[in-house]
Nanobody, 123 residues
Framework: QVQLVESGGGLVQAGGSLRLSCAASGFPLDYYAVGWFRQAPGKDRERVSCISPSGSSTYYADSVRGRFTMSRDNAKNTVYLQMNSLKPEDTAVYYC????????????????WGQGTQATVSS
């Protein structure tokens, strides 16, 4: 069964940190780029970051660049999002999703999605 499962969300104060994980099962993640997306209540889904299959290339949205870092461990079939200096506006459900070979700005190219993990940042 092809599956992505996120974990690591929670409640943190502004300025704090969270580390999200995205574990893949049923397929070899090392052939896929993986993106992190987030959606806050009443807002459109936003692509936050993406990492290439090898991990050599990353993309970050302007809103998180310099605060968030994406990494991957293909031996563990897992991708991570380290979130530092968190702000209340980072509060959202965070999703990981895979797309074949290269990062894409088009959501429909991401074929496998996780169920999401809630991150809440209090002021």
């Amino acid at each position: 069964q092809v599956q992505l499962v996120e974990s690591g969300g929670g409640l943190v104060q502004a300025g704090g940190s969270l580390r999200l994980s995205c574990a893949a099962s049923g397929f070899p993640l090392d052939y896929y780029a993986v993106g992190w997306f987030r959606q806050a209540p009443g807002k459109d889904r936003e692509r936050v970051s993406c990492i290439s299959p090898s991990g050599s290339s990353t993309y970050y949205a302007d809103s998180v660049r310099g605060r968030f870092t994406m990494s991957r461990d293909n031996a563990k079939n897992t991708v991570y999002l380290q979130m530092n200096s968190l702000k209340p506006e980072d509060t959202a459900v965070y999703y990981c999703a895979s797309t074949y070979h290269v990062c894409s700005s088009l959501d429909y190219t991401y074929t496998n999605w996780g169920q999401g993990t809630q991150a809440t940042v209090s002021s």
